[in-house]
Every structure is written in structure tokens, then in C-alpha cells.
């Protein structure tokens, strides 16, 4: 099976020894994203402010692919604490606005970098037929 390494140069360079994504096929599965800027800075604030971010650099990687939020099929979300998950889910509407994609969400004791955020897909092509 062939494999299709994506590391989008807009996006923050990884934080550890991955890709941002693998295509496979006709879908990309795209490692999580936490909210660091352009610099690899973690972008401070509550959950409001780092699902923008994060959003943000999926979108990156969506559009480096020529691919957008309707492609997305299925994401997991991951939170340092649910009680902010109004905040996240408020910015997660204004992404994905239709066709929403299936999702999981999960409380975690800790993510990378002191993120409060972090959230990864899974995309798939159009069909080229």
C-alpha cells in the first residue's frame, strides 16, 4: 500500500518524531494538532482561543491537500478539562458547519506543551472516477 508523507510548509514544524499526515488511499490521517503559531509557540488562553488555533492549522493541512472541512470524516478532540467544552465546541460549529464530520471527545490529564486543545482528523479525497 502506498504511503504519502504531508508536512505542509505553512504549518508549525512537529513537536516530536511524526508527520502532520499520511495519505493512504483516499484519506489522510492527520496527527493531532495542538495550538502553536507559525513559530511553534503555544498560543496562550482558554479553550476559545486554542481551537482557533488549532483550527487553524488544520486548515493548513486541509488546504496544502486541497482539501476542506467537508472532507473531514472523523475527528477527536482531546481536553484538559470538559469544562470548557462549550467554549471548544462553539469554535469546532463555526469549522465544521455542515456535513459535520463523526467525533469523539475525551478529558486527558496533560497535553503537549501545556495545550488545553488538541484535536486530530481523519480526511478523505473526492473520488477521482
Do not use: W
Not at 484519506?27 to 487553524?56: H, M, N, W, Y
Request: glycine share 6%; net charge neutral.
Amino acid at each position: 500500500m502506498r504511503r504519502t508523507i504531508i508536512q505542509p510548509q505553512k504549518s508549525p514544524k512537529p513537536v516530536g518524531p511524526y508527520n502532520h499526515g499520511v495519505r493512504v488511499g483516499n484519506f489522510l490521517f492527520c496527527s493531532g494538532q495542538i495550538p502553536l503559531d507559525a513559530e511553534g509557540k503555544l498560543v496562550p488562553g482558554g479553550a476559545k482561543e486554542q481551537t482557533k488555533q488549532v483550527l487553524r492549522n488544520i486548515s493548513a493541512i486541509l488546504d496544502d491537500q486541497g482539501l476542506k472541512a467537508e472532507n473531514v470524516v472523523k475527528t477527536t478532540v482531546f481536553m484538559t478539562d470538559l469544562s470548557e467544552f462549550a467554549e471548544m465546541n462553539a469554535i469546532y460549529a463555526e469549522f465544521f458547519t455542515r456535513d459535520h464530520p463523526a467525533r469523539s471527545t475525551v478529558q486527558v490529564a496533560a497535553l503537549p506543551r501545556g495545550a488545553r486543545v488538541e484535536i486530530e482528523i481523519i480526511a478523505c479525497y473526492p473520488d477521482e472516477s
